[in-house]
Structure formats: structure tokens, C-alpha cells
């Protein structure tokens, strides 16, 4: 048999997402995707239980079987089955139209299930189409391209689709991190790793790890540092000697930045005035103002890629003032990372399609948000580094992850 490629959720059916992004998408035939902005916009589509038809893919499949269509605005995407609640009508919702079944065995003829279908009260928005009388190919069998298969006059199927060129040619990757960034790209072998990649897909990928911020610059590798850096214009300080991020995206393709786990340590909000964009207190508040802030100004570079990391987590026995304050600050550090993840790429509700976060901090945390007893490098004391085993377990998730958000980014 020839290979057909992974086949797509069918169109109309779930919602699919994955862990690397806080996007939510409907499927379309063909394996279209369209980001549902807000959820706003879910709800007055799929109702307040709309989250319940999200469905998480792997986040290579995600890449390669998958491309972008148009953002959703108001109408339902081509491929859904709704049920008018005022008639029990069955429709089949198609270019802004809505096609109604003859019947639920209708449906069942072009295998569609009544328990697949959004429940609407008002379809007035959507033309009528014609009517499905019976069976159709187009909506009862498995359409993964246009015309990408056909039969030849001997019967043999060839596929006539043209290889895609890669948009993973020669790409230029930078890492900005520490030493936590340091430990995973010398033990993970991510160098190798990208070696091994080049030589067997014939690419000339460039990987380079940088300690960033540096040294004159007073840094802790904080939020606030990146803000203070390449938004309060600090990196233009010549005695300081750090690169502004003008001159690091005129070099590379994609620049991937994380903090330091000493930025787990997140205090409590105080609100009201203290919260402040140019303020060193580490706190959610603040993290966000910053992170907000970096996000508009990754916005200005749409030819660059972008992949920020969650909170590296500390050890269990970083017991800064009391244990409770230790276990405090480490969900609060969780919960940062989480929004970081989830809500911050779409809280605007614009696009920010050459921004992806990678979520570092989930590989590593247990269940009280410590680094993991088995990643870290001592027992004795809180050495918050992760060891050698935790560096080759992310160090190959981290370098296929950064491949996909090329590919993506290029769809």
C-alpha cells in the first residue's frame, strides 16, 4: 500500500489544540485549520461546553498534517454538522451555507452520527443550499487532498501530489539562556542532535547556545532584565556590552529565550501601584506586565521566530523563610508558566504567529512544583540545576520542537 500520510481529525467534529500553544482550532475538509480567536467567539459557536471538544495532538503531527486557513470570526467552519433546535433539523454547514439532511438516516448513510452535531437556535445567517438526498463521496469518505490521488490506466494509484519544499533549509537557531540552558544544550547533545538531523535530511541547520544577558550587565536573567535590555533600550549602553535585539534578529531565523529558575522564587501580588513594568520585584503582576510588553515588541520583528521557555523549577530544599513560603512561590511559578502557555499569546486576541512557547517547566516539576527527585544533581542541598538524565530526556523534545515551529511558522 502506499503511504497516505497521517490522516486529520475529520472536519466539523472536535476542536484540536497542542501542548505547545494556547491556540484553539476548527477543522476543516482537507485538514484546515482556523484559530478560534476568543472564547467568545467558541461559546457563541459551540456553547458554554465548547471546551469539551478540544483535543490535544502531537505537536509534530500538529506541523506536518495540518495547514492554516482563515481566522474564525462568525459563521461555523465548512465540515459542521449542526441540529437546529427549533425544527430537529439535521444541516451540513458548507461555504456559508447550510445544507439540510433528508433525515437521520440520511445522515447515517454519509457517516455522520446525530451525537457529533453543535446545537444552534438560530441558522438565519447561513444561505440554504441544496438539499443531501442520499450518500455523497465528498462528505462520507476520507478527503485528504484535492485531486492528490488518482488512478492511472492501469489501475495502479500514483500520487500526484509535488513534494513540498522544506522550509527547514538552513536556519539559523540562537539560544539565549544560563547555565540551565548551558547543561541542556552540552549534555542533551542538542549540537548532535542537529548534526544528526542535517545529515539525514540534506540541511544545513546552525545551532548556537549564547549566555545571555552578559556580563558587565548586572543580570539575573529575570523578566525584567529582557524588558530592561530590549525595551527600556538599556542594551544600547556600550560599557555593557550586551547585544540589542536588532542586531540578534538581523542574524538569526529564530531566537529561543528563557529565564533563570531563580525566577520561580515569585512573590505574592501587591496591586495597585507597585505593580509597574520597570519594576525588579518578582511577581506575577509584574512578570506579566513585562511579558506583555515583550510581546509586543516581538510582534515588530514578523520575519523572526520566537520561542520562549517556562520557569525552570527550583529544588525542593530552596526554602527561602519557611516551607510554606517555598511551596507559595513555587505554584505561583506554575501558574505563571501556565498563563505563559496558555493565555498570553491570546489574551489580546491578535495573531502572534512567529511566537511559540515551549513548556519547559512541565517536563521537570512534581507534583508540589519542585524540580523532580529523580532530575536533580544532589540530594543534599539545593543545587536547582537538572542532572544529566532530565538534559537528555528535554535536550530531543526541545530540538524537535524548535524544527516544528519553523515548519509552522512557514505554513
Known sequence: ????????????????????????????????????PSAEIAVALYGENWANLVQDLIPGYFASSYTKGDDIESMLPNGTIVREKSSNTYYYIIDGQKRKFLDTSTLAKNNFSQYQAIEAGDLSIYSLGEDILDAEDSLSSFQPLDDSVFEDNTGDV????????????????????????????????ISQWFENYNTDNNTQVQIEQRDYPNDPYQW????????????????????????????LASKYDLISF?????????LPDIGGSSAAVNSTRKSLENYKLQYRALRDLLDQYPND????????????????????TAL???????EFSNWLKSEWLTE????????????????????????KFDYEST?????????????????????????????EYNQ
Not at 12 to 33: D, F, M, R, S
Not at 328 to 334: D, E, G, K, L, V
Not at 392 to 405: C, H, K, Q
Open 1 to 36: 500500500y502506499p503511504d497516505g500520510g497521517a490522516m486529520s481529525y475529520r472536519a466539523g467534529i472536535k476542536l484540536v489544540t497542542h501542548p505547545n500553544t494556547g491556540k484553539v482550532y476548527a477543522v476543516e475538509p482537507a485538514g484546515v485549520l482556523r484559530w478560534l
Open 158 to 189: 500514483v500520487d500526484n501530489t509535488p513534494e513540498p519544499e522544506s522550509p527547514i533549509k538552513d536556519q539559523k537557531i540562537l539560544l539565549l539562556t544560563h547555565s540551565v540552558g548551558r547543561g541542556l544544550y552540552e549534555e542533551g547533545g
Open 220 to 247: 539575573s536573567n529575570f523578566p525584567h532584565d529582557f524588558w530592561n535590555l530590549w525595551i527600556n533600550g538599556y542594551c544600547d549602553n556600550t560599557e555593557i556590552n550586551s547585544e540589542c535585539l536588532d542586531s
Open 258 to 266: 528563557k529565564n533563570s529558575y531563580e525566577a520561580s522564587d515569585v
Open 305 to 324: 521566530i520566537f520561542v520562549v521557555w517556562t520557569l525552570p523549577p527550583r529544588h525542593h530544599l530552596h526554602v527561602p523563610g519557611s516551607d510554606t
Open 328 to 334: 507559595s512561590n513555587a505554584s505561583r511559578a506554575t
Open 348 to 371: 489580546d486576541s491578535k495573531a502572534h504567529d512567529n511566537i511559540f512557547v515551549f513548556d519547559f517547566r512541565s517536563y521537570l516539576i512534581d507534583e508540589k512544583n519542585y524540580l
Open 379 to 407: 540530594h543534599t542541598w539545593s543545587e536547582s540545576h537538572p542532572n544529566k538524565v532530565a538534559n537528555e530526556l528535554v535536550a530531543p523534545i526541545l530540538s524537535e520542537f524548535l524544527l516544528n515551529t519553523i515548519v
